[in-house]
């Protein structure tokens, strides 16, 4: 079994940072690629930021310039740097990865979830 635990969601002031973890743990043979999301009250759960193997990123237009997606391959974690945080921002953040466990499967992961609140 896989498990992703996110970390580092909170409370913070419009304009400021907040920096999110995702660890991956268990059977975890190699992250193919990783990626967060997002889910705000009364809105569909929408990407914000994924990385591919290779360091390849992409972001959802609403976070480019502000959010930075990273990862930390030898120690199966991934990170999600904000910055320039707005008060539409604030939702439950998702970290989801695709992971090939030691039998050689694929599948995809979901974390719990982390709430990040930005106030005006």
């Known amino acids: 079994q896989v498990q992703l635990v996110e970390s580092g969601g909170g409370l913070v002031q419009a304009g400021g940072s907040l920096r999110l973890s995702c660890v991956a743990s268990?059977?975890?043979?190699?992250?193919?690629?990783m990626a967060w999301f997002r889910q705000a009250p009364g809105k569909q759960r929408e990407l914000v930021a994924q990385?591919?193997?290779?360091?390849?990123?992409d972001y959802g237009d609403s976070v480019k310039g502000r959010f930075t997606i990273s990862r930390d391959t030898a120690k199966n974690t991934g990170f999600l740097q904000m910055d320039g945080l707005k008060p539409e921002d604030t939702a439950v953040y998702y970290c989801?990865?695709?992971?090939?466990?030691?039998?050689?499967?694929?599948?995809?992961?979901w974390g719990q979830g982390t709430q990040v609140t930005v106030s005006s």
């Open positions: 268990g059977s975890v043979s190699s992250i193919n690629g």
């Open positions: 989801n990865a695709n992971v090939r466990d030691y039998s050689g499967t694929n599948k995809s992961y």
């Open positions: 990385v591919f193997t290779g360091g390849i990123t």
